[in-house]
T-cell receptor, first 111, second 117 residues
Framework: GEDVEQSLFLSVREGDSSVINCTYTDSSSTYLYWYKQEPGAGLQLLTYIFSNMDMKQDQRLTVLLNKKDKHLSLRIADTQTGDSAIYFCAEGSSNTGKLIFGQGTTLQVKP | GAVVSQHPSWVICKSGTSVKIECRSLDFQATTMFWYRQFPKQSLMLMATSNEGSKATYEQGVEKDKFLINHASLTLSTLTVTSAHPEDSSFYIC?????????????FGPGTRLLVL
């Protein structure tokens, strides 16, 4: 069945780059999303990429997609303490709109 | 980005009562919305797909008579937890699917925390 895997924890120093990785199994996924969740809050859409793209950049965020390896990554440049949160990747089907989520990666940013 | 609201953000109720949670897309129309449940330190679990003008479709293991979903308009879906019990205490999050020609995005609400005493 469909499955999305993420590492559970990442710790970086303020000002460094963070790279959060994600692997998925459904090759028919059309959209791949990155969401950010702060404590007690809902999910904030950070960025998304269509499956026919290799890379997308949006200010400090860079998403890389390797369709062959079914690997997605989110790079946050110049990581700030305000970036500390849980980051979820999700794969989506254009047929149903359903999203399959990874377990979430907790990003800890040390000053 | 588009905004999705949920109301209430917090609710505490007695066991046996019913609780209604609203999910609204504020600046786009959503024929499809989704309801999720999230337990502490865990990922989101999809409960059901809410379809405007038709019945909701539930994921395996989710009781449809327990979690009633009504998608009354293109901007509003409601989830009613009927006869709530302490094990229904959780964080409930909705999302709304924004579809346009050639693409789509999905936006989430801020969540509703339910505590059943």
């Amino acid at each position: 069945g469909e499955d999305v895997e993420q590492s559970l924890f990442l710790s970086v120093r303020e000002g460094d780059s963070s790279v959060i990785n994600c692997t998925y199994t459904d090759s028919s996924s059309t959209y791949l999303y990155w969401y950010k969740q702060e404590p007690g809050a809902g999910l904030q859409l950070l960025t998304y990429i269509f499956s026919n793209m290799d890379m997308k950049q949006d200010q400090r965020l860079t998403v890389l997609l390797n369709k062959k390896d079914k690997h997605l990554s989110l790079r946050i440049a110049d990581t700030q303490t305000g970036d500390s949160a849980i980051y979820f990747c999700a794969e989506g089907s254009s047929n149903t709109g359903k999203l399959i989520f990874g377990q979430g990666t907790t990003l800890q940013v040390k000053p | 980005g588009a905004v999705v609201s949920q109301h209430p953000s917090w609710v505490i109720c007695k066991s046996g009562t019913s609780v209604k949670i609203e999910c609204r897309s504020l600046d786009f129309q959503a024929t499809t919305m989704f309801w999720y449940r999230q337990f502490p330190k865990q990922s989101l679990m999809l409960m059901a797909t809410s379809n405007e003008g038709s019945k909701a479709t539930y994921e395996q293991g989710v009781e449809k008579d327990k979690f009633l979903i009504n998608h009354a308009s293109l901007t509003l879906s409601t989830l009613t937890v009927t006869s709530a019990h302490p094990e229904d205490s959780s964080f409930y999050i909705c999302s709304a699917r924004d579809l346009w020609v050639g693409g789509e995005t999905q936006y989430f609400g801020p969540g509703t925390r339910l505590l059943v005493l």
